[in-house]
């Protein structure tokens, strides 16, 4: 057997659902019987899922027969067809399904979060290991968008703006070349059953490779490379770190049933050679971000034309948005920098005096530190609900599309990326200007 067949069957053997259901059963996860359909049948799944069912999630069925209509993406199961010939499966669509599935129960028993764009729920399961559930469900909310919107100012307002300034252009490389791999190889989610898939939020994505396992390997390495030497610590914390990180985000995307062993494994070889290939760029590109005079329309172009780009892979699917609102946030994020810089409010102390010391930790360290976060936090998400109010209505209005239900609206290119680009752009545009604006002016800085 040759080299090329032993490592085709290897990967085969890596992608099975059978060895993510296996992971999950040694975890503690199991999924409950599946009852035939009826009224009957129904309720008495409804009487015996209370007591012993643990929080998991369910799928929610596609109502037949109540319309003859289009069903958005997401509300069948064949939106559009697989890659041709290959291993493909429809994007926008519930992904990873085995199989016709009898209704669900309609009682969710404490749900994770359901996919708010198509109304996909998970399935029921037992949790028999709480400890190791709440490690996971910490694990996979590192790769998502409330950790990110926490995490980015949080290094520019309080620890180093420098290198959360080149965090975010490292995550934006990553995740956008991930998100654009997914939607040319279009390899579907584990199959369920015999997978339970306790999160669905990304479920009408494709699988290869896992964006979150790129994530969580590529901030933590980004942070050691960046911080290491510049500031004062041992390195062994840093060697600690990445692998603790880093195998935490990506088993827990095991554990939820959303990946395969060999999405893991890909995401992770795949964020390491982008790593080796463009991080010697990243200094050049945070210094062109803040000094080049024409720094913001590039930045702008480029980041809309890539965004513009990704959206012609493929269907329809919640990564599409994703993509939109990652390179608004780069966009926003470096422009703001520039004005920043232009104006002297955030100025990077001078190499003469590298490696910085740790200041020490006083009440008034802390005072201020939290209350940056407050003030900063309240602004961004303020800044965030009023773009999403005019953004949408505005798109809908001047590409003719009803936005009666905002759902199947966001459904459109037209509206999805002006919404989540220009939303996204004020959002970071915010967190490296306005926001240090209002420090300064207030005396916080």
């Known amino acids: 057997m040759s080299l090329r067949q032993r490592l085709s ?19 503690g996860v199991e999924a409950l019987p599946r009852r035939p359909a009826g009224p ?14 643990a929080r998991g999630v369910r799928r929610r069925e596609p109502q037949l027969g109540a319309s003859a209509g289009p069903q958005p993406p997401g509300g069948g199961r064949n939106q559009c067809p697989a890659k041709p010939g290959g291993r493909g499966a429809p994007n926008g669509v519930r992904n990873g399904l085995a199989g016709e599935l009898g209704p669900a129960s309609p009682r969710r028993v404490g749900a994770l979060r359901r996919n708010s764009l198509t109304g996909e729920e998970g399935e029921l399961a037992h949790v028999s290991n709480w400890p190791l559930y709440y490690l996971f469900c910490l694990g996979t909310e590192l790769g ?7 995490f980015f100012p949080f290094w520019i307002w309080n620890l ?4 959360g300034r080149r965090l975010v252009v490292i995550w934006v490389l990553v995740m956008y070349l991930g998100q654009c791999t997914k939607d040319i190889i279009r390899w579907p989610r584990p199959a369920s059953p015999p997978v339970v898939k306790l999160e669905v939020f990304y479920n009408s994505e494709y699988s290869m490779p896992s964006t979150h396992a790129m994530s969580g390997t590529a901030i933590p390495i980004a942070m050691v490379l960046l911080t290491y030497g510049r500031w004062q610590y041992p390195l062994i914390y840093g060697l600690i770190l990445i692998p603790c990180w880093c195998s935490l985000v990506c088993l827990s995307r ?12 890909a995401g992770f070889l795949y964020t390491i050679l982008i790593l080796i290939i463009f991080y010697p760029f990243v200094d050049l590109i945070d210094n062109f971000n803040q000094t ?24 329809w699917s919640t990564s599409r948005g994703d993509t939109a609102e990652i390179l608004g946030s780069g966009a926003g994020i470096a422009c703001g920098s520039h004005v920043t810089y232009n104006m002297g409010l955030i100025l990077d102390p001078s190499l003469d005096i590298l490696p910085l010391a740790r200041p020490p930790i006083t009440m008034t360290l802390c005072g201020k530190a939290i209350l940056r976060i407050l003030i900063g936090m309240v602004f961004v998400l303020i800044v965030r609900d009023i773009m999403k109010k005019i953004t949408i209505p505005l798109a809908c209005k001047i590409f003719n599309i009803p936005c009666d239900d905002v ?31 209002i420090f300064f002016f ?3 800085s």
């Open 9 to 27: 069957r290897l990967a085969g053997r890596l992608q099975e659902p059978q060895k993510v259901a296996r992971f999950q059963r040694l975890c």
């Open 40 to 53: 009957a049948a129904a309720q008495g799944e409804d009487e015996k899922a209370e007591a012993p069912v």
């Open 144 to 150: 998502n968008e409330l950790f990110y919107i926490l």
């Open 160 to 163: 180093d703006a420098l290198v």
């Open 254 to 265: 095991i554990y939820m049933g959303m990946h395969s062993i060999l999405d893991i494994i």
């Open 292 to 315: 080049h005079k024409y720094a913001p329309l590039i930045i702008i172009g480029l980041h809309l034309a890539l965004g513009i780009f990704s959206f012609t892979l493929d269907t």
């Open 407 to 437: 759902r199947k609206a966001r459904q459109h290119m037209e509206v999805e990326l002006p919404y989540r680009y220009i939303t996204y752009g004020m959002v970071g545009f915010s967190i490296t200007f306005f926001v240090p604006y």
């Open 442 to 444: 207030i005396g916080i």
